[in-house]
């Protein structure tokens, strides 16, 4: 075979057939997820499976004793499981292939779409599609979740988890044909998901161009049942696509592919306006979440719980002090020496959204000062500038999981010495991250050196009040 090269052009090194491989790999890899959907299901099974024996058992059981380990006791195990392993390493896996476990394995998406092809198929109402359920949602599981002790004791978990499977179910019984009507629009963890696969370096990609030349010639294709009601034909980004697998080849048109991982949110973002978004990842994942991490350790919530307790001592009103509530309104376990009075949880919920006004107020005023430093008020710019800080708030959300993963190995007697130094590494790395995304941002468009240069500064400030935020809770 003889291989002409054009003028100007550079015989390939041997680079290009490793990059070469990589994409013949990944369209393999697609074309896999095609060809195996009845394996997925029966994996899907096995994970239903294990996650309702995690789920249930345990909350059947006795508070494990001072002696239990997570290899010899099952609630310890399920906790471990659950808060130790499943929701940090999950966030992680969005960064690293997207929605894989939307798709693949996630029990609540799975019995969703299952329920859905049987239940009555009623169209999706309005007030479903409403676009600040994502943020809502994960506000108030987050809020909570922290009121009951959701990472401590199985009985919440049981609520908090199993409350919401029974709504994906519910939402199937309802809702769609075969669809996913609850991960697309009530999931708590949706928007979550949603932002964090944005900086996925691996994508199902859309060639319009080809969908379109598809010959008529080679017949109709058998239609993709799309379980999360992406628009495919359209679809730019990987922040809705759960990664099935199940459109790859249609047309000739889609492959899993790679990509820059800046790509998405420096390039696609900024397409369209999303206050939503916005909101969630500046007041809920970097106020709430954090807020929700912080309380117990936090000298702040011990001064003004006292403080209240004293003024309401002296105005002999002690019902705040000495009332209690049902386990599943707020923390009530006496075996455990572990119970909130009423005046415990207005203040728990007072501090985290307390916390999360404060951190929303000074990065959204950072955020507005960067997009005057650019030129003329733009809200397209703004919300654009802040899905640069995203990398930040997930980066901190993992930080806040994995804490529970490293206290519970510790008392295992595990010697973590190292965590220290990954967390430092991971923040600023994160804030790094969020750094060049605001750069690249900036720079869209024609905005002289000067005027760059000072947003930057002020998105410094955005990015530093997410990396404060977290490092005081470890340092």
Not at 79 to 87: D, E, H, L, N, T
Not at 149 to 163: D, F, R, T
Not at 191 to 206: D, I, M, Q, W, Y
Request: hydrophobic share 55%; glycine share 10%; aromatic share 10%.
């Amino acid at each position: 075979m003889v291989v002409v090269l054009r003028a100007g052009t550079r015989r390939p090194g041997p680079g290009a057939a490793v990059v070469s491989g990589v994409d013949r790999a990944l369209a393999d890899a697609g074309d896999w997820l095609l060809r195996h959907q009845q394996a997925i299901r029966w994996l899907q099974g096995g994970v239903i499976a294990a996650y309702g024996i995690l789920l249930v058992l345990p909350a059947a059981m006795p508070l494990p004793g001072r002696s239990a380990h997570v290899w010899t006791n099952l609630v310890l195990f399920a906790q471990f499981a659950f808060w130790g392993v499943w929701w940090p390493f999950v966030l992680l896996s969005m960064v690293l292939v997207g929605r894989l476990w939307c798709g693949i394995l996630c029990p609540e998406g799975a019995l969703s779409e299952w329920t859905s092809g049987l239940g009555r198929g009623l169209a999706v109402p309005r007030w479903i599609r409403w676009k600040g359920w994502p943020f809502l949602a994960f506000a108030c599981t987050t809020i909570y979740g922290q009121m009951v002790s959701v990472y401590q004791y199985a009985l919440p978990a049981l609520v908090v988890l199993g409350g919401s499977t029974v709504a994906a179910i519910a939402m199937g019984l309802v809702f769609g044909r075969g669809k996913r009507v609850w991960c697309r629009y009530l999931c708590p963890v949706n928007g979550v998901f949603t932002l964090l696969s944005k900086l996925a370096p691996v994508h199902f990609r859309v060639d319009p161009a080809s969908w379109s030349a598809w010959p008529r010639a080679a017949g109709p294709q058998p239609s993709v049942n799309c379980a999360p009601l992406v628009a495919i034909k359209t679809m730019k980004g990987a922040g809705a696509c759960h990664m099935c697998g199940r459109c790859s080849g249609y047309k000739g048109a889609i492959v899993l592919a790679r990509r820059s991982p800046m790509h998405e949110i420096v390039h696609v973002a900024g397409s369209e306006t999303r206050p939503w978004e916005t909101v969630l990842i500046v007041v809920g994942l970097m106020g709430i979440a954090a807020g929700a991490f912080h309380w117990a350790s936090s000298p702040v919530y011990v001064t003004v719980k006292q403080a209240l307790a004293e003024g309401l001592v002296a105005a002999d009103w002690m019902w705040p002090l000495e009332a209690t509530l049902p386990w599943w309104l707020l923390t009530n376990v006496p075996d455990q020496n572990d119970v909130m009075t009423v005046l415990d949880g207005a203040v728990l919920v007072g501090f985290i959204l307390g916390m999360a006004a404060l951190v929303a107020a000074g990065t959204l005023g950072a955020l507005a000062f960067a997009v005057r430093c650019l030129g003329p008020w733009s809200w397209a710019r703004f919300h654009h500038l802040a899905q640069a800080l995203i990398p930040m708030a997930g980066a901190g959300v993992f930080l806040g999981l994995s804490a529970l993963t490293v206290t519970m190995l510790r008392a295992e007697g595990f010697d973590l010495a190292f965590v220290g130094p990954l967390r430092a590494t991971l923040l600023g790395a994160a804030a790094a991250w969020s750094a060049t995304f605001a750069w690249r941002i900036a720079g869209l468009g024609a905005v002289p050196a000067t005027r760059r240069l000072s947003a930057m500064a002020a998105m410094a400030g955005a990015i530093g009040i997410g990396a404060a935020s977290w490092a005081t809770l470890f340092w």
